[in-house]
């Protein structure tokens, strides 16, 4: 009876000893993937989309001109490399027309919420065709993406 429970003790001893190893390498394991993350690991922990999708922007005439301003400064920091002022393709599309050829809710999506508009906007996915590489999010807020699209007004000759 004695060297029975004994028995039993040592064995309920050695399986929470067990889970308690096998909990603190598991530990271990995720200290060391948090350390050196797969570039799938970072793709699946930060998703692209960081934005609501915006249901509705009010134009208005004339321009804002500190947000064409403003608009121009971001162009040139964050979307020059692959977007020309004319109508000549670099990576992606130029930029003249692109506000008559779209509607100005479809152009901030594009801008705040790209990873959804190559998912679901049959025009995005056009172009993503067209281009074929897809557009990376940079990571603007919707005011950041406002005044580009003042900045993308003003290319297109609205006064
Ligand atoms: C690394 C290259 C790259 C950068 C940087 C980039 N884009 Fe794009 N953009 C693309 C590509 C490529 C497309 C076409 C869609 C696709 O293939 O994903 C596109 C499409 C667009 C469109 C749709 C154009 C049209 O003709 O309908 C808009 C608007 C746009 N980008 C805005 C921006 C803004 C604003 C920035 C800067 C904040 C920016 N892009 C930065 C590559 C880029």
Redesign the pocket.
């Known amino acids: 009876m004695q060297s029975n429970m004994f028995g039993k003790t040592t064995f309920i001893a050695a399986v929470l000893m067990l889970a308690v190893f096998a909990c603190t390498s598991k530990k271990e394991a995720d200290d060391a993937a948090k350390k050196s993350p797969s570039p799938t690991d970072l793709a699946s922990a930060q998703p692209e989309v960081h934005g609501t999708e915006v249901k509705s922007i009010e134009l208005t005439t004339p321009l804002n001109k500190d947000w064409v301003t403003t608009g121009r400064a971001?162009?040139d920091?964050?979307?020059?490399?692959?977007?020309k002022l004319t109508d000549e393709k670099?990576?992606?599309?130029?930029?003249l027309g692109?506000t008559k050829?779209?509607e100005p809710v479809?152009?901030i999506n594009?801008?705040t919420n790209?990873e959804m508009m190559?998912e679901k906007d049959p025009?995005?996915q056009k172009?993503?065709?067209?281009?074929?590489?897809?557009?990376?999010n940079?990571n603007?807020t919707q005011d950041?993406?406002r005044k580009?699209i003042e900045f993308?007004r003003s290319n297109d000759g609205v006064k």
């Open positions: 971001t162009y920091l964050k979307c020059q490399a692959c977007h670099l990576v992606g599309p130029g930029w692109v050829r779209r479809w152009i594009m801008i790209v190559l025009e995005a172009l993503l065709e067209l281009c074929l590489v897809r557009m990376p940079q603007l950041d993406a580009i993308m």
